[in-house]
C-alpha cells in the first residue's frame, strides 16, 4: 500500500511474514508543528526533533501476540531532561565555536539538545510471554555478511534534527529478512560539527526455529580532534565513521 502525502511524503506500510512472525514497517508524513509543540509540552521537553515521524514504526510481531516494536515518541521518552556534565560540556564547547551564530545561546536549556537515545525497542506482551534475559551468546555478524537472499527488506526514518544547521541527529531503524534469519539495525546518529560523533546501535537477531531473539546495545563515540587522521567526508556517513568511534 503506498499512499502520496502532503508535501510529497509518501505513506507507505510493508508487511512480510517470516515463520510464526509478522514484519511491519509503516511510513508517514511528518508531524505537524503544532503537534510537536504539545507533545514536547507533554514530555516536559523545550521542544523536539525539527523532523518527527511520530507515526512511523517497524513492529515484528509473534503470531501469539508479542514481539517488538520501534518508534520515535518512545525512544525521545528516554532523553535526558536534566543537564548532565558530559553534555553540558558539549554544548558550552559547540557554543564557543558557534558564538556568532544567532541560535548560540539556545543549547543551555536544562534538556539534552542532542535528542541522544539508548532506546532499544518498545516490547510487546506481558510476561511470561517475552521475557529480557542477559546471555553471553552473541550475534555473529560474520555470517551476516556472508551472501544471503534478502527476501524483504525496509529502512524507517524516525526523527532528523540538523542542530541549527551545525550537524545532526538522527535516529531510523532497519530490517532484513533472510531464507533462515533475520537482523535489524536501529541506529541513533549524532554528529556535532567540530565538536563530536557518537553512534548508538541496537542490533537485534533472529534464527527461525529459535524461541529467542539477540539483542545487543553498543555506543561509539569519539570527539573531532581524535578523528583527525580520518578524512572528513566520512563524517556524515554513519556506516563509514562507525569504524573509527572508540567502543564506550
Not at 515463520?19 to 511528518?30: D, E, F, L, M, Y
Request: proline share 4%.
Amino acid at each position: 500500500l503506498l499512499t502520496m502525502m502532503p508535501h510529497g511524503f509518501k505513506s507507505s506500510k510493508q508487511d512480510f511474514t517470516f515463520g510464526p512472525w509478522k514484519v511491519t514497517a509503516a511510513t508517514n508524513h511528518i508531524m505537524k508543528s503544532k503537534d510537536i509543540e504539545r507533545l514536547a509540552d507533554e514530555m516536559n521537553m523545550p521542544s523536539l526533533p525539527e523532523m518527527l515521524f511520530g507515526d512511523n514504526v517497524l513492529r515484528i510481531i509473534h503470531a501469539d501476540g508479542y514481539g517488538i516494536e520501534f518508534n520515535a515518541i518512545d525512544a525521545l521518552k528516554i532523553v535526558n531532561k536534566m543537564e548532565h556534565t558530559v553534555k553540558v560540556a558539549c554544548a558550552q564547547e559547540w557554543q564557543e565555536s558557534r558564538m556568532d551564530s544567532e541560535h548560540s545561546k539556545e543549547v543551555l536549556k536544562p534538556y539534552d539538545w542532542t535528542y541522544t537515545t539508548d532506546y532499544r525497542g518498545t516490547l510487546i506482551g506481558e510476561d511470561p510471554q517475552i521475557q529480557v534475559t542477559k546471555t553471553t551468546e552473541r550475534i555473529d555478524l560474520e555470517r551476516l555478511k556472508a551472501r544471503e537472499q534478502i527476501m524483504f527488506f525496509d529502512e524507517v526514518l524516525l526523527f532528523e534534527d540538523e542542530l541549527h544547521d551545525h550537524g545532526v541527529s538522527m535516529l531510523s531503524v532497519k530490517i532484513r529478512v533472510m531464507p533462515t534469519s533475520f537482523f535489524l539495525l536501529l541506529r541513533f546518529f549524532l554528529r556535532v560539527d567540530r565538536v563530536l560523533i557518537r553512534i548508538n546501535d541496537t542490533r537485534l537477531y533472529h534464527e527461525a526455529g529459535k524461541n529467542y531473539m539477540l539483542r545487543e546495545f553498543s555506543t561509539r563515540e569519539s570527539k573531532i580532534e581524535e578523528l583527525k587522521n580520518v578524512p572528513a567526508a566520512l563524517y556524515t556517513d554513519p556506516n563509514e565513521i562507525a569504524q573509527y568511534l572508540t567502543l564506550r
